[in-house]
């Protein structure tokens, strides 16, 4: 068990281009969680899935955000057209699903940092 | 609605010192009530969850927080504090689907 892995770890871009982190979950948790995370700022829930089903959407999460979990295990989260405002962490965890809130844990990844210029 | 206040940005405190960290949550049903901490440039990790039972939490590397249901408190506490324990500490709440809703963040800044 390695963990929650996120890459890239840093991502410098330019306003207007396309990015895509990944996220890689411990492997038996079927949650998965996006945070997004601001300077100064606790992380702040943008979507999760359990298995490949992306159960719920933030309202922060504008039309130009994706996200993909295509076969339950690792997810991606796609920003089009980026604006300086993008610029934060971005926060994957995960969690087993089991009932109760006695398995609700949640994991995080060392986090992407992205920066828009 | 469920939120969480960190009533501190800042706590500087001398090394081996006791130190307090205070989050106040609302919230109109049950609560579960978490503490993270975060390193520069790291993901959180968890220092301990109040779930039910005892009010007095113990988490790692020392620290432990008492749940109190009346002040709707959950504050975190370390009787005396290294320099290592520099860093960020947030506390959240679980929301439903298992969201968990963080405060603003409080930075330890520990000093020798």
């Known amino acids: 068990d390695t963990g929650v892995s996120q890459n890239p770890r840093h991502k410098i871009t330019k306003r207007g281009q396309n990015v895509t982190f990944r996220c890689d979950p411990i492997?038996?948790?079927?949650?998965l969680y996006w945070y997004r995370q601001t300077l100064g700022q606790g992380p702040e829930f943008l979507t999760y899935?359990?298995?490949?089903?992306?159960?719920?959407k933030s309202r922060l999460l504008s039309d130009r955000f994706s996200a993909e979990r295509p076969k339950g295990s690792f997810s991606t989260l796609e920003i089009q057209r980026t604006e300086q405002g993008d610029s934060a962490m971005y926060l994957c965890a995960s969690s087993d699903s089991g009932t109760g809130p006695m398995n609700t844990e949640a994991f995080f990844g060392q986090g992407t940092r992205l920066t828009v210029v | 609605a469920q939120s969480v206040t960190q009533l501190d940005s800042q706590v500087p405190v001398f090394e081996e010192a006791p130190v307090e960290l205070r989050c106040n949550y609302s919230s109109s049903v049950s609560v579960y009530l978490f503490w993270y901490v975060q390193y520069p440039n790291q993901g959180l990790q968890l220092l301990l969850k109040y779930l039910s039972g005892s009010t007095l939490v113990k988490g790692i590397n020392g620290f432990e927080a008492e749940f109190n249901k009346s002040q709707t408190s959950f504050h975190l506490r370390k009787p005396s504090v290294h320099i290592s324990d520099t860093a960020e500490y947030f506390c959240?709440?679980?929301?439903?689907?298992?969201?968990?809703?963080f405060g603003a963040g409080t930075i330890l800044r520990v000093k020798s």
């Open positions: 899935f359990q298995n490949e089903a992306q159960l719920e």
């Open positions: 492997s038996e948790h079927n949650r």
């Open positions: 959240a709440v679980l929301k439903y689907g298992n969201k968990l809703v």
